[in-house]
């Protein structure tokens, strides 16, 4: 009916763009570390990314079970609250880096262990979509749905790399990871109301 099909576009919508947010708040990485322009930092993003990756292939091993005993209501707020501190924490390492505070090494360090406890918490993202959405579409909806899916990491990409890069030029590097930070949070306040 027609009240069941705009609650789903609600939750969906909700849903979705929180699931973009968390890519723009994983590939931003990329731009951020580009920006800083020296070319030990460009080699350092290697290790910095190989590890994230590692520890969000590694986590769905724990995160897949979690979410289907808890829920995906819970995981996308897990997801969404995790990643926004997270990014949150490596625009202030950055910011310390460029102001001084802090060592190449320190920010390096301060960045693997951030972004690995960031990527850990993006894997609770996909899970999510799929539990949420496996109560609200039919099987035979599932092609639309799946459609709608690579849209919204096609827009995440898009945000991740133009917007981060937009931020970085506009304002300074370390709102690559600011702007997606705040995106997530108010994201993860929006879901807390309207996802279910």
């Not at 009240?3 to 576009?9: L, T, V």
């Not at 005993?69 to 990014?87: D, E, M, T």
Request: charged content about 10%.
């Amino acid at each position: 009916n027609r009240n069941f099909r705009i609650r789903r576009s609600l939750n969906w919508l909700v849903l979705g763009m929180t699931y973009a947010f968390l890519y723009w708040g994983r590939y931003n990485l990329q731009v951020g570390m580009q920006a800083l322009g020296s070319p030990e930092m460009i080699k350092d993003f290697n290790w910095i990314f190989g590890a994230g990756t590692v520890v969000y292939g590694v986590s769905f091993v724990v995160n897949g079970p979690l979410t289907d005993r808890k829920g995906g209501r819970f995981s996308i707020l897990a997801a969404s609250f995790g990643a926004a501190v997270a990014n949150l924490l490596m625009g202030l390492a950055v910011w310390a880096k460029q102001n001084g505070q802090i060592s190449d090494g320190a920010m390096f360090w301060s960045l693997v262990v951030l972004y690995t406890t960031n990527m850990y918490f993006q894997s609770f993202g996909a899970v999510a979509i799929v539990k949420v959405n496996a109560h609200w579409f039919h099987v035979r909806e599932r092609g639309t749905f799946g459609a709608i899916f690579g849209i919204l990491i096609s827009l995440g990409i898009y945000f991740a790399f133009d917007w981060s890069f937009a931020n970085s030029k506009a304002m300074s590097i370390y709102w690559a990871f600011v702007a997606p930070g705040l995106a997530l949070a108010m994201m993860w306040l929006v879901c807390i109301f309207l996802v279910s």
